[in-house]
C-alpha cells in the first residue's frame, strides 16, 4: 500500500502542477512533509516511535500513539480492542527499559507521575511502580524478561505485522484501489503471455517429433547396431564381410546400392549428426535384427537373379551368414557374454558422449583419443567458454576467513538474452524493472517478477556506451552514446522522449547519475580514447586519460543548468553518485582523484588524489559520512567525506574485482574489457558489499578494522568473469545481479539471516 500511496501522490502533484494549482501544491506538500502516517509506510512509523523513545519524548510518544489509535485503530472491531491494549502496555515497558538502560532515573519517575492515575486501576502494571527503586531492575525475576534482546525485537516485529496487515485490510479510496486494479491488469497481462509462450511451447513439441520420425536414414546394418554390439561381435561382423570373396561384380553393386542411396540423403553435416541419429534408430534396428538380414540376403539374390546369374559364391556367403548369426545368438544366451557386452556397451557409449562434448565445445577441432573420463577445468582468472557451473557454489555459506553467513540463498535465475559480454546492468528504483547493455550497443529492458520477461529492446545507429534510470518516473530510461548524444527513453510507451547532443569535442558519454528527486542529471563526457585504432575502452587500461567534462542537465526541460570546475584540469569522469537527498555529489576520475561537489552551490567542495590509477567506481556509505571507492591500483577504500583525503579503512581486492576482465577459450581465442559499470553494491543496511569476480558475485562484510571487509558468501553460477554489479533492496528480498562476459546474467535473491 505505500508503493500506491507514494505514487497517487506524485501523481496529484503532476496533475495539480498541470492545472498550475500552486497555492494548492504548497499546502499539499506542507502537508506531506507533516504526515504522522508517513506515507503509510509501516517502517517509517515504527523507525518514528523509536526515535521518540531514545529521545526520551514520552509527551510526543503518548501523542503520537493516540493519533494511530484515533487514526486507524478505532475503525477496528471491538475483539482487536485487546491487542491493540497490548500493543500500548508493550509501548510504554519498551520505553521503561530504556530510561533505565539509559541511567535517566529521573525520566523513570516522571512516567510513574504522569501516568499513575491511569495505569494503577490495571494489574498488569502493578508490580512496575517499584521500578525506580530497585537497585538492578535486569536481575530481578519479575523485570529480567523485559530487559532481554529477544523480548524487545519481538515487540518490535509484533508492532510492524500488526501495522502491515492493518495497512492492508483497511478500506483504501477509489483513487488508491485504482492504482491496485493497474498493477493487477498488469499482472494478469504478463501471466496471459507466459501462458501464451507455454501454449506455443507445447504446439510445438508434436511437430518437432513428427519431423524427427520422417527424418530416417537407411543405414547399413553393421552401422545401425553399432551402439549394441560388443568388442566380440564386431569381430564376427567384420570378419563376415571381409572373409567373403569380391570377385563377382553382382555383391560388389549390391553392396554400392546400399550406400549411394544413404550418401545422397545424408545433411551437409553429416559428421557432427550422425551418431545422434544412430542413437534414435537404435531401438528400432534392435527390434528387426532378422528381418532385416533378410532383407539383405533377399537384396543379394534379387541382383543375381537379375543379372542371371546364381553363383556359388552367393549361396556359400548365405549358408556363411547364418552360421555367423548362430554364433552371435549363442553368445547372446551365455549369461557372462551379456554382463560383459553391457559393460562394453556403457563404456563406449559414454566415450562417445565425451568425444561429442569435445566437438561440440570446439567446433572444427576433432580428437581422436576418447578415453579420458573427465575434462579438466582450469581455475585461473582467464575462465574458458566451457567451464562447467558446480551445483555446490549456491550451497557454499562461507569463505576462507569470513564470519557468519549474513545471507541465505533462496533462488538464482538467468537471463540470457544477450550474446556479448555486458558493460551495464541497472535495476530501477522500484525494483521492477532492469536495463542491461552488451558491448554491441543492445539495451534489453527486462522484468523479473513474477517471470522473467523481455519488455523492450532497443538499439541504435550510435553505439550506447552508458545508461542510468531516472528517479521519478521511473519508467524512464536515460541513455549515452558513443558520439556525444543522450537519449531520454520511455519503456512503457517504448519511445524516445528526447535526444540532446551534449559536445561534439567530447563525444564518449562515460557515466550518467540522476538526482533522487529526479529534476535534474549529472552527465561525463570525454573525448576520443587514446587508441583510437580499437574499439572505444575495451581492453586497455589509461584509455580515458583524455580531456573531458561534467556537465548537470534538466531533466523535465533538457536543457544545461550547469557546468562543473574540474581543478587542475579537465579530466575524463568515470562515475559518479549522488547522496540520499541530492545535496552532494561524488565523482571518480581517470586522474585518480575524488571530487565532491555541493549541489546547492554547484561547486567543488573538496577532491583528493584517491588512487595510483583510474577511480573505476565510487558509492556513497549507509550514513553517508564517508565514501567507498575501488581504482586501477586494486584498492577498496573507505574516505571521510569530512575531512578531505583521510583514510577510514584499506584493503586490496582480487585482481578479478576491478578488472581487466579476461575470457580466454580454445584457439587462442581471448577477449579482454575494461570496467565500465558498477564494480560493488551495498547492501539495504550498509553493512554488506557486493564485488565481481571470475565465477560469480562474492557478498563481504563491512568491519571496522583495516581489513574494511571480509568475503563471506560466493554466489557463483558463472562460467565467465562478472564485470558489473547491482544490488536491489526495493523489495522484502534483497536481489543481487550479476552480469558476466559471455551475456549472461544472473539474478539471486536472498534472505537476511537475523540472528
Not at 602 to 617: F, I, K, P, T
Request: net charge neutral.
Amino acid at each position: 500500500m505505500a508503493s500506491a500511496v507514494e505514487r497517487t501522490d506524485e501523481l496529484v502533484r503532476e496533475y495539480l502542477l498541470y492545472r498550475e494549482f500552486t497555492s494548492t501544491l504548497k499546502a499539499l506538500d506542507a502537508e506531506m512533509k507533516a504526515d504522522k502516517e508517513k506515507g503509510c509506510r509501516v517502517d517509517k512509523i515504527v523507525e518514528h516511535l523509536q526515535h521518540l523513545v531514545q529521545a526520551f519524548d514520552l509527551n510526543g510518544l503518548r501523542e503520537y500513539w493516540s493519533y494511530l489509535d484515533r487514526r486507524l485503530f478505532r475503525r477496528l472491531e471491538d475483539t482487536y480492542r485487546h491487542t491493540v491494549n497490548k500493543l500500548k502496555t508493550s509501548l510504554y515497558r519498551y520505553y521503561l527499559v530504556h530510561t533505565v538502560q539509559s541511567n535517566r532515573i529521573e525520566k523513570t519517575q516522571e512516567f510513574f507521575q504522569k501516568l499513575a492515575l491511569e495505569l494503577q486501576n490495571q494489574p498488569e502494571w502493578k508490580e512496575w511502580f517499584v521500578l525506580p527503586y530497585i537497585p538492578n531492575p535486569d536481575q530481578n525475576q519479575v523485570f529480567a524478561t523485559y530487559f532481554s534482546k529477544q523480548w524487545a525485537e519481538t515487540f518490535l516485529v509484533s508492532l510492524h505485522n500488526f501495522l502491515s496487515v492493518l495497512f492492508q485490510c483497511m478500506p483504501v479510496p477509489v483513487l488508491l484501489s485504482f492504482d491496485e486494479e493497474v498493477q493487477r491488469r498488469c499482472q494478469l497481462q504478463e501471466e496471459n503471455e507466459a501462458l501464451w509462450q507455454k501454449l506455443f511451447a507445447m504446439q510445438a513439441e508434436p511437430r518437432t517429433k513428427k519431423e524427427e520420425e520422417m527424418i530416417h536414414h537407411k543405414l547399413p546394418y553393421y552401422v545401425q547396431n553399432m551402439d549394441r554390439l560388443g568388442d566380440s561381435e564386431l569381430d564376427l561382423m567384420s570378419s563376415q564381410r571381409t572373409s567373403s570373396p569380391m570377385p563377382s561384380q553382382t555383391k560388389a553393386g549390391s553392396f554400392l546400392s546400399m550406400l549411394l542411396p544413404q550418401s545422397k540423403k545424408l545433411p551437409v553435416k553429416g559428421s557432427m549428426h550422425s551418431t545422434p541419429l544412430q542413437q534414435s534408430q537404435t531401438p528400432a534396428s534392435s527390434g528387426k535384427k532378422d528381418s532385416i538380414n533378410n532383407q539383405a540376403a533377399k537384396g543379394k539374390d534379387g541382383t543375381a537373379v537379375r543379372d542371371g546369374k546364381i553363383s556359388s559364391s552367393t549361396t556359400a556367403d548365405l549358408s556363411t551368414g547364418q552360421q555367423r548369426q548362430k554364433k552371435v545368438q549363442d553368445l547372446e544366451r551365455d549369461p557372462g557374454m551379456v554382463q560383459q557386452r553391457q559393460r562394453k556397451v556403457l563404456d563406449y557409449g559414454k566415450e562417445r558422449k565425451e568425444l561429442l562434448s569435445k566437438q561440440t565445445a570446439q567446433g572444427v577441432e576433432k580428437k581422436t583419443e576418447g578415453s579420458s573420463a573427465e575434462i579438466d577445468i582450469p581455475s585461473s582468472p582467464e575462465m574458458p567458454i566451457d567451464q562447467l557451473d558446480s551445483p555446490s557454489k549456491l550451497e557454499k555459506c562461507r569463505l576462507d576467513g569470513g564470519s557468519e553467513q549474513p545471507f541465505i540463498v533462496l533462488s538464482q535465475e538467468e537471463y540470457a538474452e544477450h550474446h556479448s559480454s555486458i558493460m551495464h546492468c541497472r535495476v530501477d528504483c522500484s525494483g521492477r524493472r532492469v536495463a542491461s547493455l552488451d558491448v554491441d550497443g543492445v539495451v534489453k529492458v527486462w522484468t523479473f517478477n513474477p517471470t522473467m520477461q523481455t519488455k523492450a529492446t532497443i538499439m541504435s545507429k550510435s553505439q550506447l556506451i552508458s545508461l542510468e534510470w531516472a528517479t521519478k518516473p521511473d519508467r524512464l530510461l536515460l541513455l549515452g552514446s558513443g558520439v556525444g548524444t543522450v537519449r531520454l527513453y520511455d519503456t512503457d510507451a517504448k519511445k524516445s522522449l528526447y535526444e540532446l547532443t551534449i559536445d561534439e569535442s567530447y563525444p564518449r558519454i562515460l557515466s550518467l547519475a540522476c538526482s533522487p528527486d529526479g529534476t535534474s542529471f549529472v552527465c561525463s563526457s570525454a573525448a576520443p580514447s587514446i587508441k583510437l585504432a580499437t574499439v572505444p575502452d575495451i581492453g586497455e587500461k589509461g584509455v580515458n586519460l583524455v580531456p573531458g567534462n561534467l556537465l548537470l542537465w534538466d531533466t523535465k526541460t533538457m536543457k544545461q543548468q550547469h557546468q562543473f570546475s574540474l581543478d587542475p584540469e579537465p579530466i575524463a569522469i568515470n562515475c559518479t553518485a549522488f547522496s540520499h537527498n541530492g545535496n552532494l555529489l561524488v565523482s571518480g576520475a581517470a586522474d585518480g582523484i575524488i571530487r565532491l561537489f555541493d549541489m546547492q552551490r554547484y561547486d567543488c567542495a573538496m577532491s583528493w588524489q584517491a588512487h595510483s590509477g583510474e577511480v573505476y567506481s565510487v558509492e556513497f556509505s549507509y550514513d553517508e559520512n564517508s565514501v567507498y571507492s575501488i581504482g586501477e591500483d586494486g584498492k577498496f577504500i573507505q574516505w571521510n567525506i569530512h575531512k578531505s583525503g583521510v583514510k577510514v579503512s584499506e584493503c586490496a581486492v582480487q585482481s578479478d574485482a576491478i578488472g581487466p576482465f579476461v575470457l580466454s577459450g580454445y584457439s587462442g581465442y581471448k577477449q579482454v574489457q575494461v570496467p565500465h559499470g558498477r564494480l560493488f553494491a551495498f547492501d539495504s543496511e550498509g553493512h554488506c558489499v557486493l564485488t565481481c569476480s571470475s565465477t560469480g558475485g562474492i557478498i563481504h562484510k563491512l568491519t571496522n578494522t583495516e581489513r574494511a571487509m571480509e568475503p563471506c558468501l560466493s554466489l557463483g553460477g558463472h562460467r565467465a568473469p562478472v564485470v558489473t554489479v547491482d544490488w536491489c533492496t526495493a523489495m522484502d528480498c534483497g536481489t543481487c545481479l550479476t552480469a558476466s562476459m559471455d551475456g549472461r546474467i544472473k539474478l539471486t535473491t536472498l534472505l537476511a539471516h537475523k540472528p
